[in-house]
């Protein structure tokens, strides 16, 4: 069965440094996996995602990820921290496409809360 | 264009009582997802469908859980005699085909509190 677990249920960090967020997960599989964030009453936005291919995933704001297999880590990172950044973040991993499923949901951390220090 | 609507955003109902949430998925998506997001707890999948059909149930925390969806747009989940531990946010999301090639957008959810 896969899991996902995100260290640190709140990071804070000041505005202009570097954001890293944790993700480990496990699979039995190769995974697909995701980075979503969830602004104040809002729904959750896809952030980027790893499939296959290459190991470094970029993605929207400036975020980026990268896929390690040999640490089961799919940590996330933003090289300055803006205080529009400050939202919670979910990372998620799916096995689906491998077991056959196809379209089964997602399998989501807890989530960390990223907050953002003027 | 219009992205997947929830409602009610809120809803506030007594222990034992029954309710309805709402979800419209985008206009042409076929899958639609159901997730639980408790406090504490982060988020649970719960759902499934593919058109009109949900292939796996065994998402639903209990008996009391059922969802639907009709004419391949819009799904109703239904909570009956709701339990205090039902409080949570309940969140939608639609794709345009099965899969995870393809994005799952989420909806605003809708916030249930069981007194």
């Known amino acids: 069965a896969q899991s996902v677990t995100q260290l640190g249920s709140h990071v804070s960090v000041s505005e202009g440094a570097l954001v890293l967020l944790r993700c480990n997960y496990s699979s039995s599989v190769p995974p697909y996996l995701f980075w979503y964030v969830q602004y104040p009453n809002q729904g959750l936005q896809l952030l980027l995602k790893?499939?296959?291919?290459?190991?470094l995933v970029k993605g929207i704001n400036g975020f980026e990820a990268e896929f390690k297999k040999s640490e089961t880590s799919f940590h996330l990172t933003k090289p300055s921290a803006h205080m529009s950044d400050a939202a919670e973040y979910f990372c998620?991993?799916?096995?689906?496409?491998?077991?056959?499923?196809?379209?089964?949901?997602?399998?989501f951390g807890k989530g960390t809360h990223l907050i953002i220090q003027p | 264009g219009a992205g997947v609507s929830q409602s009610p955003s809120n809803k506030v109902t007594e222990k034992g009582k029954d309710v309805e949430l709402r979800c419209d998925p985008i206009s042409g998506h076929t899958a639609l997802y159901w997730y639980r997001q408790s406090l504490g707890q982060g988020l649970e999948f719960l759902i499934y469908?593919?058109?009109?059909?949900?292939?796996?149930k065994s998402g639903l925390p209990s008996d009391r859980f059922s969802a639907e969806r009709t004419g391949g747009s819009v799904s109703t989940l239904t909570i009956q005699r709701t339990q205090q531990e039902d409080s949570a946010v309940y969140l939608c999301?639609?794709?345009?085909?099965?899969?995870?090639?393809?994005?799952?957008?989420f909806g605003p959810g809708t916030r249930l509190t069981v007194t």
């Open positions: 469908f593919q058109g009109n059909s949900a292939p796996d």
């Open positions: 790893y499939t296959t291919g290459a190991t």
């Open positions: 998620a991993v799916s096995e689906s496409e491998y077991s056959g499923g196809g379209a089964d949901g997602l399998t």
């Open positions: 999301a639609s794709s345009l085909h099965p899969g995870l090639t393809y994005e799952q957008y």
